[in-house]
């Protein structure tokens, strides 16, 4: 069905969604299925006459794999479930906020929170000039949201509701959960792929050359082969999955704020302002990232502009430009960098040199 | 036995497919409902600052009669307005008293220097900000409804269960009035 507005335009972006992560078993056990095949054309396996054709016994191997490869995930994602938090506690090293330190933000999200009758998330700030947010947290109590000093300066009260509207909706949406279930999946199809390289390197098949002479390297060739593509297709769906959860996470906080523009401006103020030095399974949960990777397909995030031409098409915003820094001036010795003020025609700012913020917490 | 089966799984599919289309129906109504109500609350905040704004201007230039009465009318006639469309021409009707009477004050600098006017003329034009924000997110949320009880599986739904199009929140014809400057007249 064809996205006739905000609302529908999410609808089919959650389908999109689904559609992606039962891609992943479906990977995994065409994965397996395809290796199968290869060890009884190598003659690792007993040929299938018996089954009906070396097809249909790879198809009943593959079937009694699969309570296996379901319970490996299910360990998997318990372990990632618990630990998952954590990992990401640590690893931003953020400071909580509060109403007295920060009452503009800490208002907004509260505001926001009682219009959609949820608990509030803890609001948590990295001391960074660079512009980003994201959006912590499995489960209700534990939720939070995340940004940086850099958009607290430089964002106008609009804007600011617009990036945390963002990253409500992706708790509302529950897209930690989904990225983590993304990420287990691929950690596993990764898990696999590596064990097939070791095994090859090593030459761990070798053992099996004295039965079979020859015919290990038909097996090695096709699990080279199958390795790669599920190993590529594996990053590829990921990527896929957190670039619609964006595209939803945009269009939830028009919604909850009724303001398509300031979600327009807030993303052309950030643009190019957002690097965050982070592993790259954190990278897709920030409210941008600006690591393209190979036409697209890598990307934890769709471009800018397609996100604002979704925007202009689906929530009726309007492309303005933003204004010159909006928030009451800070004197700006305090704040060299806070990227909006007019530049240098070289990019760089009056001090003639671009400051670096403080070593990123991931640093 | 067997077409008997499939029979009842025709009848069960397209039982879901009905629900589900009918569910979605009842979403987007009900976006349309929120986006009207958050649009009602920023024209009512607007209706509530109205008064103020008149005594702090009375003050200064009282014999600005006319164009004080204008706003104190046309605030009025917003506030007992009665359907959608009404209340859009009441509320632009409003706008344009509005857009006016601060041109009036222009002349008074006394007035624009009192710091109570200042406040009202900022939380105005912030009000005023909000306003074409959630009108404009009101009409995108109105002509999704529109469109999806027009399509195909969804039209015969929507006819037996009683979803009936919505109005716009629209200038309409007074566009035009309000995007000529105001008079200004030195009575």
């Given at each position: 069905m064809p996205a006739l507005g905000l609302q529908t335009y999410i609808w089919n972006n959650n389908i999109r969604s689904a559609i992606l992560l039962v891609g992943f078993p479906i990977l995994l056990l065409g994965m397996v299925f395809f290796l199968t095949l290869g060890m009884i054309w190598a003659g690792m396996l007993p040929p299938g006459a018996y089954y009906g054709g070396d097809v249909a016994e790879a198809l009943s191997l593959m079937w009694s794999a699969a309570p296996l490869a379901i319970a490996v995930a299910v360990v998997w994602f318990v372990i990632a479930y618990f630990f998952n938090q954590a990992i990401i506690d640590f690893a931003t090293g953020s400071q909580p906020l509060t109403r007295e330190a920060e009452p503009r933000a800490y208002n907004l999200l509260e505001n926001l929170c009682i219009s959609r009758g949820m608990t509030m998330p803890t609001l948590r700030v990295i001391e960074t000039d660079e512009m980003n947010a994201f959006a912590s947290g499995l489960h209700e109590g534990r939720f939070s949201v995340t940004v940086t000093r850099g958009i607290l300066e430089a964002m106008s009260d609009d804007e600011l509701e617009a990036v945390l509207g963002h990253e409500l909706s992706h708790i509302i949406n529950r897209d930690v959960r989904t990225m983590v279930i993304a990420s287990i999946f691929a950690g596993i199809i990764t898990l696999m792929c590596q064990i097939i390289y070791r095994s090859i390197m090593w030459g761990s098949f070798g053992g099996m050359r004295g039965r079979r002479?020859?015919?290990v390297g038909i097996f090695m060739l096709v699990a080279l082969v199958v390795g790669a593509i599920g190993y590529v297709l594996a990053i590829v769906i990921r990527m896929a999955i957190s670039r619609t959860r964006e595209y939803v996470a945009d269009a939830g906080s028009v919604q909850l704020t009724k303001n398509p523009d300031a979600m327009i401006r807030a993303l052309r103020r950030i643009s190019g302002h957002a690097h965050l030095d982070a592993p790259q399974s954190m990278r897709a949960m920030f409210l941008e990232d600006d690591d393209e990777g190979v036409m697209g397909l890598f990307a934890t995030h769709p471009p800018v502009e397609k996100r604002v031409a979704a925007l202009m098409q689906y929530g009726g915003g309007r492309d303005v430009a933003p204004e010159p820094p909006p928030r009451s001036a800070p004197p700006p010795s305090l704040s060299p960098?806070?990227?909006?003020?007019?530049?240098s025609p070289d990019g760089q700012g009056p001090w003639g040199q671009r400051r670096d913020g403080p070593p990123g917490p991931w640093g | 036995m067997l077409a008997l089966v499939i029979l009842i799984a025709i009848v069960v599919l397209i039982g879901i497919l009905f629900i589900g289309a009918y569910n979605r129906l009842v979403a987007l109504r009900q976006n349309v409902n929120e986006a009207f109500a958050d649009i009602d609350v920023q024209l009512k905040q607007r209706q509530d600052l109205v008064p103020n704004l008149v005594e702090t201007v009375k003050g200064y230039a009282a014999h600005e009669r006319g164009t004080l009465d204008e706003v104190t009318q046309a605030r009025a006639a917003a506030a007992n307005a009665g359907n959608i469309e009404q209340r859009a021409q009441a509320e632009n009707a409003l706008t344009g008293a509005l857009g006016r009477l601060m041109a009036v004050a222009e002349a008074y600098p006394d007035l624009k220097a009192n710091q109570n006017f200042l406040q009202l003329q900022g939380e105005l034009s912030d009000l005023e900000n909000k306003i074409a924000a959630a009108r404009r997110f009101f009409n995108n949320a109105v002509g999704e409804y529109n469109a999806s009880i027009q399509r195909f599986p969804a039209v015969l739904i929507a006819g037996m269960t009683g979803f009936a199009s919505r109005d716009f929140f629209d200038v309409g014809p007074d566009r035009a009035a309000l995007q000529t400057a105001p008079q200004v007249k030195f009575s």
């Open positions: 002479s020859g015919n960098q806070t990227s909006e003020a007019p530049l | -």
